[in-house]
């Protein structure tokens, strides 16, 4: 098991090469430059702010550099935001993603969870076919169509909720976006949890605990929960990077101040080192929520021998 | 081609016809339910196609007098018009072309990206299969869609450059399934017939084990279009897709959503016209793996 988390680990550095090799290049054959504007610069004030930036040195010199700068955990400065860094851009706009994608995936798996479980209980009932109609919409609609109909019915109708911002945290701004990431997230848990259970439930093994006198609540939870819960697992990786890359959607919609919103002003304006940090930090998000995940699925289902 | 004799090979193998083989895989996927899905998308498809040249109005045709009008059979527009004064019908339907075409398009592009690196990973194995999945697994590692939004940005805002990278960057779980089918694939006594006669490996991909795959490759078509609509939608509605004169579904809802609170209707159609799509590809798609792939059902 360690073994294999170290090699995953090792994984990372080329993977983060990789991203940021590829993503520097891109950005430097793309027409336009953080400096280009509406009036041009004196070539000579333009140069001069270039040299000032390292930017016209040879594209190899500025990867190893930057590179040079990240093991030192300097993400280097913005080229457009006077008085910011890198770093300190994304260091405001991080907490804003991580608390709003953390309350999307708990509230899809306490939402998505019982209903699932509850269906594969009940498989055909009036409730199960209904949360399983529910789901299935909640996974066709995609969050950016759902996100402004809820503004809509929330906000506009009813003037119950505020439209958009973030409001320092409060949790009324957080409502509609967590809502609107988690919805399609806890209907696909919920059709995959029923889907397992039911097959775990027809297993020989529930039928010899039900032959044992075993309570029906510790089949439930005990038996049947935890090999259930093992396809729900894997989907969890796919379902965080969702999340991420949902949420940089979502902040659009309700303007809220995160690392996607960086991230897309940054490549617009061509800020050069910030959209780099935050795929850094997107790179970085995504292979340590893989690793999660495949910790979980190996706590979870006890044939799966990691090497 | 009722038989198919290759002199090759030295004898003959009898197939059935690929219209016995599609009739009976409609038989076996048609439940009522697909048909009614299948109809409404074959409809939708259609309107798309063809609709363009009814509704009487162009896609930017401005009608000054008629500025956020709401749905009116009467008046002409049946499902009202924008806030530039443009028949909304007309619109979500040039939008439709474009959001299906692009879908379409980029899922080839992923397919013949997956299939190709998949079956020549799969049937080489080895030290090469080993190379190839290590940089697909490094490949799944990259938030993908930050390049795509990337190359949005960074490139001009055109159809071309988003559907080719959106076809670049989806055909990394094709290209894992087509391996494995591949690796059971390869060591089934036809295929080891067909090497032992001496057919040389890539014809016995195309041959013998591509052919296999069909299923499977329909099911992930299928599912994946939808995928891409959805993805090509975000990124118009994010402003980094298709752009003005021209417009997808994406673009209509990020139109719409701007107005919802005077002009409800130019976000409900459009973005119910996403929705109905997505959601029929979904059931169809799902419908196919239930008959091809009966185990994940």
């Known amino acids: ?307 | 081609m009722s038989a198919t004799s290759n002199a090759s090979e030295g004898f003959s193998v009898a197939r059935p016809s690929a219209w016995t083989r599609i009739m009976q895989v409609y038989r076996g996927v048609s439940t009522p339910r697909m048909r009614i899905y299948g109809t409404i998308l074959l409809a939708i498809v259609l309107a798309c196609a063809f609709g363009p040249y009814f509704t009487g109005y162009g896609i930017n045709e401005i009608h000054w007098d008629y500025v956020d009008h709401p749905p009116s059979f009467s008046e002409g527009f049946p499902l009202g018009t924008d806030s530039n004064g443009r028949d909304l019908l007309t619109r979500i339907l040039h939008g439709g072309r474009i959001s299906l075409t692009v879908a379409l398009a980029a899922t080839l592009v992923s397919l013949m990206i997956g299939v190709m690196y998949g079956a020549i990973s799969g049937y080489i194995g080895g030290i090469t299969d080993e190379v190839m999945m290590r940089v697909v697994d490094m490949l799944y590692c990259l938030p993908f869609i930050f390049f795509v939004i990337l190359l949005a940005v960074l490139f001009g805002r055109s159809v071309v450059v988003v559907f080719i990278a959106i076809g670049a960057v989806e055909w990394l779980d094709i290209a894992r399934i087509v391996r494995g089918q591949v690796l059971s694939l390869k060591h089934k006594e036809f295929v080891d017939s067909a090497r032992v006669l001496g057919v040389p490996a890539g014809k016995i991909v195309r041959r013998h084990i591509l052919p296999n795959l069909a299923g499977i490759i329909i099911v992930y078509t299928t599912l994946t279009v939808p995928r891409i609509i959805l993805l090509e939608s975000a990124l118009g509605y994010l402003g980094l897709g298709v752009q003005e004169p021209m417009a997808s579904w994406g673009v209509l809802v990020a139109d719409g959503a701007r107005v919802m609170d005077t002009a409800p209707w130019i976000l409900f159609f459009p973005a119910a016209a996403l929705t109905l799509t997505v959601f029929c590809l979904n059931v169809l798609g799902d419908g196919l793996r239930d008959y091809f792939d009966p185990k994940t059902k």
């Open chain 1, 1 to 307: 098991m360690l073994r294999h988390m170290l090699r995953r680990s090792l994984f990372a550095i080329p993977t983060l090469f990789g991203v940021i090799t590829l993503s520097f290049l891109l950005m430097r054959i793309a027409p336009g430059g953080p400096f280009t504007s509406e009036r041009p610069l004196l070539p000579t004030v333009q140069a001069a702010i270039e040299a000032k930036y390292g930017l016209n040195d040879p594209i190899y010199i500025q990867l190893i550099n930057y590179w040079a700068g990240l093991i030192q955990g300097d993400l280097g400065p913005s080229l457009v935001k006077r008085g910011w860094t890198a770093s300190s851009l994304i260091e405001a706009g991080l907490p804003v993603s991580l608390e709003l994608g953390m309350w999307a995936i708990l509230v899809s798996l306490i939402v998505g969870i019982p209903a699932g479980a509850y269906s594969a209980l009940h498989p055909g009932s009036l409730v199960d076919r209904s949360l399983m109609s529910v789901s299935v919409v909640g996974i066709a609609v995609p969050n950016f169509v759902l996100a402004p109909v809820l503004v809509y019915i929330f906000s506009i109708t009813f003037s119950l909720l505020p439209v958009g911002g973030w409001g320092g945290g409060s949790y009324a701004n957080k409502i509609l976006p967590v809502a609107s990431l988690s919805l399609p997230l806890a209907g696909y848990l919920a059709r995959l949890l029923r889907s397992s259970m039911i097959e775990v439930l027809a297993a020989d093994f529930i039928r010899t605990a039900i032959a044992k006198g075993v309570s029906i609540h510790r089949i439930l939870f005990v038996h049947a929960l935890k090999p259930s819960l093992i396809p729900v697992a894997s989907f969890m990786g796919p379902a965080m990077a969702g999340v991420l890359t949902g949420s940089v959607v979502i902040e659009r919609v309700f303007a809220i101040p995160g690392i996607g919103t960086t991230f897309i002003d940054g490549a617009v304006n061509r800020d050069y080192f910030v959209v780099l940090g935050a795929l850094v930090v997107y790179a970085t998000l995504l292979i340590v929520l893989n690793l999660v995940v495949d910790l979980a699925y190996a706590v979870l289902d006890p044939r799966v021998q990691m090497d």
